[in-house]
């Protein structure tokens, strides 16, 4: 079952502006994770944020994570159309039994010139 | 060093037939993971492999679908006696170590189409 729930679904935004994605969980986490993907295919890795970390940057990424309403937001800043793609929260719980993330079901995001 | 890989790209079959989905893990990767992606959803926990460890096989939808690793490198995903649902992408990713907090690499995945 998906844990984590994108809002808002789809965002289309102009060139240079900031897009914020959230995601909310259901169950405790050891740490939350940002991927990318275009077109359907394979995922990049973008930032993950442990769940004792409140704010996490890399480059103009800006990720924040609040344990106690369950829920992460991304902020990319100053978007560039090469950001177009979707963005997916994953949480992991491990628990002994491995690392297997839980994903969301994704933001879709347009960036237009 | 090379990301981790998967074959086919693209896969076609016939209801009913089965289906063999490979993945080659990052060297020195230790945890292997396969996700099922459909259409505009995100990713589906399959399975997990760590080591020599028994895998993790709580993700994986039904007797139809088994996996294997040999040699604690390449996995192989097989979905036998193919249906329409099964049509996805199918994704490996692979990480360094059990225990830590890693991220895992994924690879660009196999879409599979079951006619």
């Known amino acids: 079952s998906q844990q984590g729930e994108e809002d808002p679904q789809a965002l289309s935004i102009q060139e240079g502006e900031n897009a914020t994605m959230n995601c909310s969980y259901k169950?405790?986490?050891?740490?939350l994770q940002w991927y990318r993907q275009n077109s359907g295919r394979g995922l990049v890795h973008l930032i993950l944020i442990r769940s004792n970390e409140r704010e996490k940057h890399s480059g103009r990424l800006r990720v924040t994570l609040d344990t106690s309403k369950k829920s992460s937001s991304l902020l990319i800043t100053a978007s560039r159309a090469a950001d177009t793609a979707s963005y997916f929260c994953?949480?992991?719980?491990?628990?002994?039994?491995?690392?297997?993330?839980?994903f969301g079901t994704g933001t879709q995001l347009k960036v237009e010139l | 060093g090379a990301g981790v890989s998967q074959s086919p790209s693209n896969k076609v079959t016939e209801k009913g037939k089965d289906v063999e989905l490979r993945c080659d893990p990052i060297?020195?990767?230790?945890?292997l993971y396969w996700y099922r992606q459909s259409l505009g959803q995100g990713l589906e926990f399959l399975i997990y492999f760590q080591g020599n460890s028994a895998p993790d096989k709580s993700g994986l939808p039904s007797d139809r679908f088994s996996a294997e690793r040999t040699g604690g490198s390449v996995s192989t995903l097989t979905i036998q006696r193919t249906q329409q649902e099964d049509s996805a992408v199918y994704l490996c990713?692979?990480?360094?170590?059990?225990?830590?907090?890693?991220?895992?690499?994924f690879g660009p995945g196999t879409r599979l189409l079951v006619l």
């Open positions: 994953a949480t992991d719980a491990y628990t002994g039994g491995g690392n297997k993330l839980t």
């Open positions: 060297s020195g990767h230790t945890a």
């Open positions: 990713a692979s990480s360094p170590q059990r225990g830590q907090q890693e991220t895992q690499y």
């Open positions: 169950t405790s986490i050891n740490n």
